[in-house]
């Protein structure tokens, strides 16, 4: 099964059942189908006592429904022949893991007027936070350009969040906002009308 012909859930499962299956810092070599996964998986050595990473690979996407039911039933006849594939499906596969939202605010002084400042707003959508790639987008978000004082920050804010959630359907509880302010800034609270899930 090449991996360009699952769709992109299949492929955020495919990735997190892989990443739990590898060691740390662990480099296989480039990957075109699932059959090169398991190759990448054959070749390392489990651990002690452990089951062998390319079986437990096989048995959490059998186990795994989103997964198309054609891909399992051929997965499941390769785990069928293994050792050890039967007691492994009984072992709790990796939870889902959501998308990676971030909205980046950037603010800069304006050189001629002291106490204006420049506003730009980006939304970053990592739908593999557990293997980066270049599927990672990046969009900015359509604010004024015009420049802003800082009394005008918190409605500026419910703005840029109200463009989120409507236009890109964000869940704002789950929503990363990261600052990056000049240091003149740095006393503003922001936790004060931040809505977000944190800000740094």
């Not at 109200?162 to 600052?179: A, F, M, P, S, Y």
């Amino acid at each position: 099964m090449i991996l360009q012909e699952l769709t992109e859930q299949e492929r955020s499962r495919l990735d997190v059942h892989y990443a739990a299956c590898c060691p740390e810092g662990f480099q296989g070599a480039p990957v075109e189908s699932v059959g090169d996964l398991l190759v990448n998986l054959t070749e390392m050595l489990p651990p002690k006592g452990k089951p062998k990473p390319s079986v437990q690979f096989v048995a959490w996407l059998v186990q795994d429904t989103v997964i198309g039911s054609e891909i399992r039933q051929q997965l499941r006849e390769w785990g069928e022949s293994q050792k050890g594939f039967a007691e492994l499906q009984t072992v709790p596969a990796p939870p889902p893991v959501a998308h990676e939202q971030y909205l980046m605010i950037v603010v800069k002084p304006v050189s001629t007027k002291a106490g204006n400042y420049w506003v730009q707003a980006v939304l970053v959508d990592d739908p593999q936070p557990l293997n980066p790639d270049d599927t990672t987008t990046f969009e900015q978000i359509p604010i004024p350009e015009q420049e802003y004082i800082t009394d005008e920050f918190p409605a500026l804010l419910r703005e840029i969040l109200t463009i989120c959630h409507d236009q890109h359907q964000v869940v704002l509880e789950d929503l990363n906002i990261q600052w990056f302010l000049p240091s003149e800034l740095l006393f503003l609270n922001i936790e004060q009308w931040t809505f977000g899930k944190r800000e740094r």
